[in-house]
């Protein structure tokens, strides 16, 4: 029997950041950021350029190292576990980088390969997230002919490709034409309850639509956590803290 | 070790399908093709040693120019994010890239064979200069490929890549001239780090452990110091 005041699993955070601080010589581009993401929930990183938020994102994914503070990803340390802790995240920069040379079916293939799928399981694995992100029409389609809009697809499908229990999406809207944003924004609130989804963005409608929870981040310190559902007027906030 | 087949296959296809691997390829094969015709009808001699001699200067050429891409590539196009955020180690990753870059260059070599092939039909060559020099020319590519992937790791730009790793690979070279300038006994310092004076002990057909301890201590260095470069962010 579990005492009824004990966090049970679904309680306890996927996404735990305990004063996690990076430095670049003299200056500071993330200052002591305690953030904890629950299983299953969006949480969306709000912030003007510069404010840290791609910064914590790479820390997130172990693209980074923490100069202080430590972060854990389904309990798993980012520096201590990096392997398990990797194995759990898909992350999709900002910048879309993918394999130009590449068909869409193989680059999807080789990241699901990449991340510890045997051969027959990643051909599976890639037929579904095609689906998934609407890319099954595009499978065969060389990457470097392909619009943004495309390229952004083919970008979470390699983060979704290995069914991470988090996805990690940074400024995932960034280029986009309307119809895009909008296919993006439902993809997005799609695969959240089933993954816990956190994205950058410093567009407060964008955070607005998608997040359950924001985090509005400046100049690299974390200056207030707000559940959408308690925060009627986001521009109101955000305006009132920066 | 599933991760490392996955990326050198990567690497594989990614070096076989560019360009710059077969304008190298046949750059190689072409001029020591020439020089191989060359001495052959004015020496009448059955052996390698002169076109060893000059596969080993093309190397270092040749090889700044295809491993340039290797890091310096996945940078400027954002794709080693990708990689540094997957379940592998680092150090898989720059070994994936050394050994694709490792066997085109063997490929070459292997193609440079049929020179030997030829002398074998049509001459009795001594035999063990010809195996000293393929296996010198062997841990030469080893330590070249190792240098160049490792100026690779530290720019976005490929022509300061293949620039860095040129000069690096000629101050090994010529690094016995510096011994004119020091006294003894520092002078065996240059003396021993020289690139050439490990070379010329294998393709006359004398094996030392400290050639080979020489070419492979550099090689192992360099893809430390890669995989540092690479894991230092």
């Known amino acids: 029997m579990t005492a009824s005041n004990e966090p049970t699993a679904d309680d306890r955070p996927i996404v735990a950041i305990e004063g996690a601080s990076k430095r670049y010589g003299s200056v500071e581009a993330l200052s002591d950021v305690t953030l904890h993401v629950r299983r299953g929930e969006v949480l969306g990183l709000l912030g003007p350029n510069g404010s840290g938020k791609t910064t914590l994102l790479r820390m997130l994914t172990g693209y980074l190292s923490p100069t202080a503070g430590r972060l854990s990803v389904a309990g798993f340390d980012t520096e201590r576990q990096r392997m398990e802790a990797r194995r759990r995240i898909g992350y999709v920069p900002e910048s879309l980088p993918l394999y130009s040379h590449m068909r869409v079916r193989e680059f999807l293939r080789f990241m699901a390969e990449l991340r510890g799928l045997s051969a027959s399981a990643a051909n599976r694995a890639v037929g579904e997230v095609a689906e998934q992100v609407a890319l099954t029409d595009r499978l065969r389609a060389p990457i470097r002919t392909l619009s943004r809009g495309y390229r952004q697809r083919v970008a979470i499908g390699q983060a979704l490709v290995h069914r991470p229990d988090i996805l990690v999406l940074d400024e995932p809207t960034n280029g986009l034409d309307p119809r895009q944003i909008i296919e993006t924004r439902h993809l997005i609130r799609s695969l959240a309850g089933e993954r816990t989804v956190i994205m950058s963005s410093h567009i407060l409608g964008e955070v607005e639509k998608i997040a359950d929870r924001v985090a509005i981040l400046l100049r690299g310190r974390l200056l207030s956590v707000e559940a959408m559902a308690d925060t009627p007027n986001l521009e109101a906030l955000f305006l009132s803290l920066t | ?233």
């Open chain 2, 1 to 233: 070790m599933k991760s490392l087949a996955v990326l050198l296959r990567k690497e594989l296809h990614a070096t076989f399908t560019s360009p710059i691997a077969y304008a190298v390829a046949a750059v190689f094969l072409l001029i020591t093709g020439y020089t191989f015709s060359l001495t052959l009808f004015f020496t009448k001699v059955a052996n390698l040693n002169y076109i060893f001699h000059q596969m080993y200067v093309l190397l270092i050429l040749l090889v700044p120019v295809l491993t340039m891409r290797a890091f310096a590539e996945e940078r400027r196009a954002d794709t080693l994010e990708l990689l540094l955020t997957a379940p592998v180690p680092e150090v898989w990753i720059v070994l994936a890239k050394f050994f694709a870059a490792l066997v085109l260059v063997s490929v070459l070599l292997l193609a440079s064979g049929v020179y030997a092939v030829i002398l074998g039909l049509y001459g009795e060559p001594d035999w063990a200069p010809i195996y000293g020099g393929y296996l010198a020319l062997f841990l030469l590519a080893c330590l070249l490929v190792s240098i160049g992937i490792l100026a690779s790791s530290l720019t976005e730009n490929q022509v300061v890549a293949a620039t860095c790793a040129l000069g690096a690979c000629l101050m090994l070279w010529f690094a016995d001239s510096a011994a004119y300038m020091i006294p003894a006994p520092l002078d065996v310092v240059p003396i021993n780090l020289s690139l050439i004076g490990h070379f010329t002990t294998f393709v006359s057909g004398s094996l030392f452990l400290s050639d080979a301890g020489y070419h492979l201590t550099l090689s192992l260095l360099a893809l430390f110091l890669t995989t540092r470069a690479v894991t230092d962010r």
